[in-house]
């Protein structure tokens, strides 16, 4: 008897896939039962040539969770054969086409895609395919048994190149262990991009040999607000930590072989506090004392910032060395700046800012913010990268290689594309996975807007009236998730999911105008999905509202009322 019972997982994908054929089986309910194949003890992993580096993730994760070996070998009537080949001349990169269905070349599962990643992306269908249980690291029933699966034809691709989520490890870091995982996370949910949040005004959170007091004095925080920032309680246990560089290269590989790129932010001239307390020659120190500052300990934009002086362009010209080293190109073309949130109060009073502004000619503060940005646009150019950073870079003149990850809503992405600049889109009113789920008082620390699971759902990153040119230079979207307010793992757990099941869908399926989206197929769909998310072990939002353990009462949050504006 098969270990996982027959059900009807071929109606249950997420992200829904572009075209799904099944071998139906006559009933009456709406999704028919698919005849079923079996994967079985004697069942064979067929590595075609090119392939051969997908075989021990396959084996560590189906492989775990069912208990079977799949040993390498020939093609077998219950084996699976993996292959390089085109599929038709338009399929992207990371298209595939899963077969489950012995009557086509005699194998139970042929996945073909033109490259590696599009075999990665087949893995994932085929997993959520064999039921829950194949999310899980080791089999609940043991080994020897056989494995039920319909038959299915799948012809998969993705809408968008770029689909990420954006980890903010600098408020509340995570650990190495947790980063990996949710790799793995975003890995199963068919997303490409892991945008590495690692600096920030409250902690420094990568090793750089050069300045070492970037971590023994910046990834370190006496203390941490309890909630909103207008909250009066505090977490006083010191807080912190960083990844070496070996953690970092670890990270790195790891991805890469999820076919996941990544993409470290650095961020400057603002949210730079924790820098400036390591090394105060940074900021602005004609205005204020900066040798009396440590890492901040609170949340919101942070007035200090760094000065526009040579030493600091030298400074992060040789983080950057370091990161390019740590962050390969084929791995992370992107090199995010971030560039957002920069008071200019200090620069106005500044002397040295003041003196710099005349000496460029500039026409103020916004100009001289644009100048420090294009600078490492240039100089990241010059090293074979591209510079990203969020969309107030567009304030005082876009720097010329420039994307645009846009923040603040649709408009700043939209003038970036139509002046022909590349876009990330990731609207704070859509996609920050930090903003409240719903609007009950038993929500944890509730932060910004109600960001359902349906309102994500509905969210649609090209926004109406885009013409065709503009919308070409739209690379994708991407999910960010901020932690002040999500103290470990199970929290960032909490905010993130399950909402982002639904961006992962919006992200690789080709769906109808939001409106007339089908959510309560979605829904259903989801009701399968919550069980591979148990197996996973994320302590997700149940659809009925958090459990007793998920609440935080009695500390302050800063929910928004009203619909976000649409702008």
Same mark, same amino acid.
């Given at each position: 008897?098969?270990?996982?019972? /027959?059900?009807?997982?071929?109606?249950?994908?997420?992200?829904?896939?572009?075209?799904?054929?099944?071998?139906?089986?006559?009933?009456?309910?709406?999704?028919?039962?698919?005849?079923?194949?079996?994967?079985?003890? %004697?069942?064979?992993?067929?590595?075609? /040539?090119?392939?051969?580096?997908?075989?021990?993730?396959?084996?560590?994760?189906?492989?775990?969770?069912?208990?079977?070996?799949?040993?390498?070998?020939?093609?077998?009537?219950?084996?699976?054969?993996?292959?390089?080949?085109?599929?038709?001349?338009?399929?992207?990169?990371?298209?595939?086409?899963?077969? %489950?269905?012995?009557?086509?070349?005699?194998?139970?599962?042929?996945?073909?895609?033109?490259?590696?990643?599009?075999?990665? &992306?087949?893995?994932?269908?085929?997993?959520?395919?064999?039921?829950?249980?194949?999310? @899980?690291?080791?089999?609940?029933?043991?080994?020897?048994?056989?494995?039920?699966?319909?038959?299915?034809?799948?012809?998969?691709?993705?809408?968008?190149?770029?689909?990420?989520?954006?980890?903010?490890?600098?408020?509340?870091?995570?650990? =190495?262990?947790? !980063?990996?995982?949710?790799?793995?996370?975003?890995?199963?949910? =068919?997303?490409?991009?892991?945008?590495?949040?690692?600096?920030?005004?409250?902690?420094?959170?990568? +090793?750089?040999?050069?300045?070492?007091?970037?971590?023994?004095?910046?990834?370190?925080?006496? @203390?941490?607000?309890?909630?909103?920032?207008?909250?009066?309680?505090?977490?006083?246990?010191?807080?912190?930590?960083?990844?070496?560089?070996?953690?970092?290269? $670890?990270?790195? #590989?790891?991805?890469?072989?999820?076919?996941?790129?990544?993409?470290? +932010?650095?961020?400057?001239?603002?949210?730079?506090?924790?820098?400036?307390?390591?090394?105060?020659?940074?900021?602005?120190?004609?205005?204020?004392?900066?040798?009396?500052?440590?890492?901040?300990?609170?949340?919101?934009?942070?007035?200090?910032?760094?000065?526009?002086?040579?030493?600091?362009?030298?400074?992060?010209?040789? !983080?950057?060395?370091?990161?390019?080293?740590?962050? /390969?190109?084929?791995?992370?073309?992107?090199?995010?700046?971030?560039?957002?949130?920069?008071? =200019?109060?200090?620069?106005? =009073?500044?002397?040295?800012?003041?003196?710099?502004?005349?000496?460029?000619?500039?026409?103020?503060?916004?100009?001289?913010?644009?100048?420090?940005?294009?600078?490492?646009?240039?100089?990241?150019?010059?090293?074979? @990268?591209?510079?990203?950073?969020?969309?107030?870079?567009?304030?005082?003149?876009?720097? /010329?290689?420039?994307?645009?990850?846009?923040?603040?809503?649709?408009?700043?992405?939209?003038?970036?594309?139509?002046?022909?600049?590349?876009?990330?889109?990731?609207?704070?009113?859509?996609?920050?996975?930090?903003?409240?789920?719903? *609007?009950?008082?038993?929500?944890?620390?509730?932060?910004?807007?109600?960001?359902?699971?349906?309102?994500?759902? &509905?969210?649609?990153?090209?926004?109406?009236?885009?013409?065709?040119?503009?919308?070409?230079?739209?690379?994708?979207?991407?999910?960010?998730?901020?932690?002040?307010?999500?103290?470990?793992?199970?929290?960032?757990?909490?905010?993130?999911? *399950?909402?982002?099941?639904?961006?992962? $869908?919006? #992200?690789?399926?080709?769906?109808? #105008?939001?409106?007339?989206?089908?959510?309560?197929?979605?829904?259903?769909?989801?009701? #399968?999905?919550?069980? &591979?998310?148990?197996?996973?072990?994320?302590?997700?939002?149940?659809?009925?509202?958090?459990?007793?353990?998920?609440?935080?009462?009695?500390?302050?949050? @800063?929910?928004?009322?009203?619909?976000?504006?649409?702008?």
């Amino acid at each position: 008897m098969p270990t996982n019972p /027959p059900n009807n997982t071929a109606h249950t994908l997420i992200p829904a896939p572009r075209t799904l054929l099944t071998h139906d089986t006559p009933t009456s309910t709406p999704h028919p039962l698919a005849p079923l194949t079996h994967l079985t003890p %004697t069942t064979t992993l067929h590595t075609a /040539p090119g392939t051969e580096p997908l075989a021990p993730l396959l084996r560590n994760t189906i492989g775990a969770a069912t208990g079977l070996p799949l040993p390498g070998g020939a093609p077998t009537p219950d084996g699976i054969v993996l292959r390089l080949t085109p599929i038709a001349p338009a399929t992207p990169a990371e298209g595939y086409r899963l077969t %489950t269905d012995r009557s086509v070349e005699n194998v139970a599962v042929l996945l073909e895609s033109p490259t590696p990643a599009g075999l990665f &992306r087949g893995i994932q269908t085929l997993r959520q395919l064999l039921g829950p249980e194949a999310f @899980r690291r080791a089999p609940l029933r043991g080994a020897g048994q056989s494995w039920a699966l319909p038959q299915v034809s799948v012809t998969d691709e993705p809408r968008f190149a770029w689909r990420g989520l954006m980890l903010d490890v600098a408020r509340h870091f995570m650990p =190495k262990d947790g !980063v990996l995982r949710y790799l793995d996370l975003i890995a199963a949910h =068919k997303l490409n991009v892991f945008h590495f949040h690692l600096t920030d005004d409250q902690g420094w959170r990568i +090793e750089i040999k050069r300045h070492p007091r970037l971590t023994t004095v910046g990834a370190w925080r006496g @203390r941490t607000k309890w909630g909103h920032r207008a909250s009066p309680l505090w977490d006083e246990k010191p807080h912190g930590g960083y990844y070496t560089q070996d953690d970092i290269r $670890e990270i790195v #590989a790891y991805a890469a072989e999820r076919h996941i790129r990544v993409v470290p +932010e650095i961020d400057l001239p603002g949210h730079s506090q924790a820098a400036i307390a390591a090394y105060p020659e940074l900021g602005n120190t004609d205005v204020i004392d900066t040798a009396s500052l440590s890492v901040w300990d609170t949340w919101g934009v942070n007035p200090n910032v760094l000065a526009p002086t040579d030493t600091t362009l030298r400074f992060y010209e040789d !983080v950057l060395e370091e990161v390019l080293e740590l962050f /390969p190109e084929d791995v992370s073309p992107f090199i995010h700046i971030g560039g957002d949130e920069c008071p =200019k109060d200090q620069w106005q =009073k500044s002397d040295i800012a003041q003196a710099r502004i005349r000496e460029l000619g500039l026409a103020g503060e916004n100009e001289l913010q644009s100048w420090i940005i294009r600078h490492f646009d240039t100089w990241l150019s010059a090293r074979g @990268r591209r510079l990203i950073g969020w969309d107030e870079i567009l304030e005082g003149g876009l720097a /010329p290689g420039a994307a645009v990850a846009s923040w603040r809503g649709y408009g700043a992405g939209v003038a970036a594309a139509e002046a022909g600049h590349d876009v990330v889109m990731c609207p704070e009113q859509y996609v920050y996975l930090d903003h409240r789920q719903a *609007p009950g008082a038993d929500e944890p620390m509730p932060i910004g807007f109600v960001r359902t699971l349906e309102d994500v759902y &509905r969210f649609e990153p090209v926004p109406p009236g885009l013409g065709p040119e503009a919308a070409a230079h739209i690379l994708g979207t991407q999910a960010n998730v901020w932690t002040e307010v999500m103290e470990n793992q199970a929290r960032v757990d909490y905010q993130t999911f *399950p909402r982002l099941a639904a961006f992962a $869908e919006v #992200a690789w399926s080709v769906l109808p #105008a939001p409106a007339d989206r089908d959510f309560a197929d979605f829904e259903a769909r989801m009701t #399968a999905h919550y069980r &591979r998310l148990d197996a996973l072990g994320v302590d997700y939002r149940p659809p009925t509202g958090p459990l007793p353990w998920q609440r935080r009462p009695g500390v302050l949050g @800063r929910p928004i009322e009203g619909a976000p504006p649409n702008r």
